[in-house]
T-cell receptor, first 114, second 112 residues
Framework: DTGVSQDPRHKITKRGQNVTFRCDPI?????LYWYRQTLGQGPEFLTY????????KSRLLSDRFSAERPKGSFSTLEIQRTEQGDSAMYLC????????????FGPGTRLTVL | DAKTTQPNSMESNEEEPVHLPCNHS???????IHWYRQLPSQGPEYVIH???SNVNNRMASLAIAEDRKSSTLILHRATLRDAAVYYC?????????????FGGGTRLMVKP
């Protein structure tokens, strides 16, 4: 299967710890998106990459959040000094550049901050 | 950003058609109407999109009002696997990336 994959699927951490999530998009998809979804709500956009360039960041992405896509393939999302409010599902999506293209979502990483 | 309004939940019987409404009275001329759905414990998946004309694909049909202020997603024969949260999203189609702004969506329950 060559869909979007995310790792880990679940992460439990204590408040104040740093966590890092990985997203592997569909091969050759230039664009990669990160979203956050809290319980009972729709996903909220966090940031977007085209190849290795981070082109858009939501104001939801505080200074404790950083995302990278160093070689234009996989991406990582790091949260420093986690807070209980960071508990959520973190979703990654990808699509090719050029024209309208649907976004393909991964299964998400569920973060629980104790 | 233009907003959408959807009912919080709807119920349907299996093998019957389902009409999921969406109001978007502040839609602009360049906004496309997208529908995604999210099955339990999964990421969202694309269903269909359109601009002005009605659209059909293997999953569903999209009926767009003439003034574009509302639209309806039609599932022709609901199955138990169609139980999900359905999101109606407005988005400008351009080459600068198409970040999606999700609302609360409609939770569709399908009864056997």
């Amino acid at each position: 299967d060559t869909g979007v994959s995310q790792d880990p699927r679940h992460k439990i951490t204590k408040r104040g710890q740093n966590v890092t999530f990985r997203c592997d998009p569909i091969s050759e998809h230039n664009r990669l998106y990160w979203y956050r979804q809290t319980l009972g709500q729709g996903p909220e956009f966090l940031t977007y990459f085209q190849n290795e360039a981070q082109l858009e960041k939501s104001r939801l992405l505080s200074d404790r959040f950083s995302a990278e896509r160093p070689k234009g393939s996989f991406s990582t999302l790091e949260i420093q000094r986690t807070e209980q409010g960071d508990s959520a599902m973190y979703l990654c999506a990808s699509n090719p550049a050029g024209g309208y293209n649907e976004q393909f979502f991964g299964p998400g990483t569920r973060l629980t901050v104790l | 950003d233009a907003k959408t309004t959807q009912p919080n939940s709807m119920e349907s019987n299996e093998e019957e058609p389902v009409h999921l409404p969406c109001n978007h009275s502040t839609i602009s001329g360049t906004d496309y109407i997208h529908w995604y759905r999210q099955l339990p414990s999964q990421g969202p998946e694309y269903v269909i999109h359109g601009l002005t004309s009605n659209v059909n694909n293997r999953m569903a049909s999209l009926a767009i009002a003439e003034d574009r202020k509302s639209s309806t997603l039609i599932l022709h024969r609901a199955t138990l696997r169609d139980a999900a949260v359905y999101y109606c999203i407005l988005n400008i189609y351009n080459n600068a990336g198409n970040m999606l702004t999700f609302g609360g969506g409609t939770r569709l329950m399908v009864k056997p």
